[in-house]
């Protein structure tokens, strides 16, 4: 068992935490809203003055932050983790912040401390049962050690060195936000054309989209977009993969689409809802 520091306690971190203390880790949390931490403080876990407190106690700090700027008000200055680190910690990112956050993490990071990119795939739900999907970058030794320990949260895969991880999550992210958007367009041609629900969501169901197209109806006829992953993260998803194709020189002309899509429902207040809210902006519906 490990002394474990979890730095952001959102949707997911929170649920992180508590997988770890379950799992019988001594574990330190810190979050920005003190609050957030009472459940876990009352179920044993000890809370943290700063970030740099939470890592200073522990061996391995994990931050799971909404974005990049978030990570570095986490990583960076006086309070931040980096100032708690030595050489006996690791540090484990598993925020979605795209490779370049991690090379800017990775640059104030002094030489002998760990530092393992972990972003995960999966929402709440999978966080809860310990089946996320955990892209893990970084050199295969420090991977190696702290494999059971990513293994507790779900199923970790070794994509490659450091920034391989932020890197995988936006390839799958990318599929994510692509494959909602061309759902809302589907139904919205069908409606414009004067196609019957039931007649719609029956030719839906012999593409490759039928899975995605019979999980939404419910949420597509009432409106209700249960909160999972919040429309304002798939957005700044959407725009860090634009930024990574951009530094990498491609041109992703359906993503740029699918974010204008995210870009208009979050300009229109739907940020906080589930990101699937998008279908709701796409339809001109609830
Ligand atoms: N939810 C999902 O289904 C899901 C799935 C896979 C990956 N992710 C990714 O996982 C990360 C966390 O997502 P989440 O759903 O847990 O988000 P969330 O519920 O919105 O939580 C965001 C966390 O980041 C903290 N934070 C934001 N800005 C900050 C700042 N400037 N300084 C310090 N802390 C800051 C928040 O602190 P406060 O509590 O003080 O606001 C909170 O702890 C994101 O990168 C997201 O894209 C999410």
Do not use: C
């Not at 006829?221 to 491609?250: H, M, Q, V």
């Amino acid at each position: 068992m490990s002394a474990v520091a979890v730095v952001g306690l959102g949707a997911m971190g929170s649920r992180i935490a508590r997988r770890l203390l379950d799992a019988g880790h001594e574990l330190i949390v810190w979050n920005r809203t003190a609050a957030k931490a009472a459940e876990l403080v009352e179920l044993g876990a000890a809370l943290a003055a700063s970030p740099a407190d939470a890592a200073r106690r522990a061996e391995v700090a994990i931050t799971m932050v909404a974005n990049p700027q978030a990570l570095q008000d986490v990583t960076e200055g006086p309070n931040g983790v980096v100032a708690g680190v030595d050489g006996s910690t690791t540090i484990i990112d598993m925020s979605t912040v795209g490779p370049a956050a991690v090379s800017r993490l990775a640059s104030v990071v002094p030489e002998g401390t760990g530092f393992l990119d972990a972003p995960v795939l999966g929402s709440v739900l999978e966080a809860e049962s310990g089946t996320l999907h955990v892209f893990v970058g970084g050199p295969d030794s420090l991977v190696e050690r702290w494999t059971p320990l990513l293994s507790e949260l779900g199923s970790p895969t070794h994509v490659g060195p450091l920034g391989a991880g932020a890197a995988a999550k936006l390839v799958a992210n990318t599929t994510l936000i692509g494959t909602v958007t061309v759902l809302g367009e589907a139904i919205g041609l069908a409606q414009a054309l004067g196609l019957s629900r039931d007649a719609t969501f029956a030719v839906l169901s012999t593409t490759s989209l039928g899975t995605q197209a019979e999980q939404r109806r419910e949420a597509i006829e009432t409106g209700e977009y249960p909160p999972r992953f919040a429309l304002s993260l798939a957005r700044k998803d959407a725009d860090l993969i634009a930024a990574a194709a951009a530094a990498a020189g491609i041109d992703l002309r359906v993503v740029e689409a699918a974010r204008s899509w995210f870009r208009d429902a979050d300009d229109a207040g739907s940020g906080d809802r589930d990101y699937s809210a998008v279908l709701a902006r796409i339809l001109q519906s609830r």
